[in-house]
């Protein structure tokens, strides 16, 4: 079946620095790739999207970018700061049974 | 605040009980998903509700029964569940129907222990 792969599934970063999580994805006629951030206690919330027909969205500290080509998307957190510390996942609108997959998640710690 | 709303936040329920879950959207939105969570991993899909008929049904076993009473609700009927039914039960909503990708947005979902 359809999957979606993430990296890394743990990283830990000064406050400050850059994040990135990496994903790919194995339906070639995925065209919506949601982030999603969950912190303790509550449901993941969405924090951008991209759709296939750009290649990079911004949205203040957060940014996605997508290579269709080789199937992989990104998240980018520049300047983080110790509330940015949550579990983020990647997901990949797939076709056929029109669903969301979601990759297996990456928890983020900022470090003050 | 999300404006998905769950209850209960919490629920302990053992082996022979018959308990419900609810979940409330006033966003007018037309598809309604129920998720299960276990500890750090992803939403695991359970069943859709798309303009109040059920068109996704991951082969969920019938203890666990959904129901859609009007387009703002939704609700999860459990009965006869194990203790590896334990589990963050998250709803979610989309404006558009089911099969159109548009954006999920969850509620902070029911902590459900089975004893």
């Known amino acids: 079946g359809e999957n979606v792969e993430q990296h890394p599934s743990t990283l830990s970063v000064q406050e400050g620095d850059s994040a990135v999580i990496k994903c790919t994805y194995s339906?070639?006629?995925?065209?919506?790739f949601p982030w999603y951030k969950q912190e303790l206690g509550k449901g993941p919330q969405l924090i951008i999207d991209i759709r296939s027909n750009v290649g990079e969205k911004k949205d203040q500290r957060i940014a996605v970018t997508l290579n269709k080509t080789a199937k992989h998307f990104s998240l980018h957190i520049t300047e983080t700061q110790p509330e940015d510390s949550a579990v983020y996942f990647c997901a990949a609108w797939v076709h056929q049974g029109g669903k969301l997959i979601f990759g297996q998640g990456t928890e983020l710690s900022v470090k003050p | 605040d999300t404006e998905v709303t769950q209850t209960p936040k919490h629920l302990v329920m053992g082996m022979t009980n018959k308990k419900s879950l609810k979940c409330e959207q006033h966003?007018?939105?037309?598809?309604m998903y129920w998720y299960k969570q276990k500890a750090k991993k992803p939403p695991e899909l359970m069943f859709v509700?798309?303009?109040?008929?059920?068109?996704i049904n991951e082969s969920v076993p019938s203890r666990f029964s959904p129901e859609c009473p009007n387009s703002s609700l939704l609700n999860l009927h459990l009965h006869a569940l194990q203790p590896e039914d334990s589990a963050l039960y998250l709803c979610a909503s989309s404006p558009r129907g089911q099969g159109y990708n548009s954006p999920l947005h969850f509620g902070n979902g029911t902590r459900l222990t089975v004893t």
């Open positions: 509700y798309s303009y109040e008929k059920l068109s």
């Open positions: 339906d070639s006629a995925s065209n919506y």
């Open positions: 966003m007018g939105h037309r598809a």
